[in-house]
């Protein structure tokens, strides 16, 4: 009884400055951020869940400091749950799936956290190690691991609880910080472009007043509207083409603020109206999707 008290009152002690960083987060725009399990090469978010309980605990207390310190976050294991009732989670790999999981999960922000224990005679102590990414690009964005105090418990989410009110306020200003500033520089979004199946066009087709191949139109038009010039182009095949990263701008002409619905709208225009093809568009998360039907 006496250890448990002396645990919950120490505890408490380290919940000093969290009115400061309420403050902090009321004067700047959050990202919306999903918290998932780090995961090594060649296991599955699926494998996680269903067998990793520490990392499923150590998922759940970042997630709540997040929503104690007022950032909107995206559940994890629910996108993951609905994933798996899709009929595409049967059709495609485990890599795959974890893979679009992130990229369409509407973050702005993921947080990966790993587990780390440590017991001993003189009591138990847990890491935790968290790292941020941008969704879109993949690029990191801050880290932080600290180690709780120790304890005489084997209360795995009460460790982990400890760890976070010390190193949650510090890790947070890091993503604010680098999130603002790649806010203020406009957001980053991926383009897929492919051939519908039916379509008698291919990247190579020759289109417009100038009859230049479609893959090199595309490439000029995301040059010229991407902010700054600023893309990347990861493959182009005949059937698609990815931009992986294109920097679009923080706020259109009449200063309101750019989405990746008006770029996903921009270049559908472009191609119905100036190029002349018919197209679909679908967005997920930070991710834009053209499909190419004529």
């Given at each position: 009884m006496?250890l448990?008290s002396?645990?919950?009152?120490k505890a408490?002690?380290?919940?000093?400055g969290?009115?400061?960083?309420?403050?902090?987060v009321?004067?700047?725009?959050?990202?919306?951020?999903m918290?998932?399990?780090y995961?090594?090469?060649?296991?599955?978010?699926?494998?996680?869940?269903?067998n990793d309980?520490?990392k499923?605990?150590a998922?759940?207390?970042v997630q709540e400091g997040?929503n104690?310190?007022?950032v909107?976050t995206i559940?994890?294991?629910?996108?993951?749950n609905a994933?798996?009732?899709?009929?595409?989670f049967?059709?495609?790999?485990?890599?795959?799936?974890?893979?679009?999981?992130?990229?369409n999960s509407g973050?702005?922000i993921y947080?990966?956290?790993?587990?780390?224990?440590?017991f001993a005679?003189?009591?138990?102590?847990?890491s935790?190690?968290?790292?941020a990414?941008e969704?879109?690009?993949?690029?990191?964005?801050?880290?932080k691991?600290t180690?709780?105090p120790r304890?005489?418990?084997s209360?795995?989410?009460?460790?982990?609880?400890?760890?976070?009110?010390?190193?949650?306020?510090?890790f947070?200003?890091?993503?604010?910080?680098?999130?603002?500033?790649k806010?203020s520089?406009?957001n980053?979004?991926?383009l897929?472009v492919s051939?519908a199946?039916d379509?008698?066009?291919?990247?190579?087709t020759?289109?417009g007043?100038d009859m230049?191949?479609l893959?090199d139109?595309?490439?000029?038009?995301?040059?010229k509207?991407?902010?700054?010039g600023k893309?990347?182009v990861?493959?182009s095949v005949?059937e698609a083409?990815?931009?992986?990263q294109i920097q679009v701008p923080?706020k259109d002409?009449n200063?309101?603020?750019?989405s990746?619905s008006?770029f996903?709208?921009?270049?559908?225009?472009y191609?119905r109206?100036?190029?002349?093809i018919?197209?679909?568009?679908?967005?997920?998360?930070?991710?834009?999707?053209?499909?190419?039907?004529e």
């Open positions: 006496f448990l002396a645990f919950v009152s408490d002690s380290y919940s000093v969290d009115s400061y960083t309420m403050e902090v009321d004067e700047m725009q959050l990202p919306t951020i918290v998932i399990p995961k090594k090469s060649g296991e599955s978010y699926k494998d996680i869940l269903q309980f520490d499923r605990i998922v759940a207390a997040f104690q310190r007022g909107t559940d994890f294991e629910a996108k993951m994933a798996m009732r899709s009929a595409n049967e059709m495609n790999d485990a890599q795959t799936v974890d893979k679009q999981l992130i990229r973050s702005d947080v990966s956290v790993d587990i780390k224990k440590d005679a003189n009591g138990n102590r847990v935790l190690i968290l790292k990414y969704t879109a690009s993949g690029n990191i964005i801050a880290s691991q180690w709780s304890f005489r418990t209360a795995i989410d009460k460790l982990a609880s400890l760890s976070i009110k010390i190193m949650l306020d510090d947070l200003a890091q993503v604010n910080t680098n999130f603002q500033k806010a520089s406009g980053t979004i991926v897929n051939i199946s379509s008698m066009t291919d990247m190579d020759e289109l007043n230049i191949p893959s139109l595309l490439r000029l038009w995301v040059k509207n991407a902010f700054k893309y990347h990861q493959g005949a083409v990815i931009f992986d923080p002409e200063g309101n603020p750019f990746v008006d996903a709208f921009n270049l559908w225009d191609l109206s100036d190029v002349g018919a197209v679909k568009k679908r967005v997920d998360g930070n991710t834009v999707y053209i499909t190419i039907q």
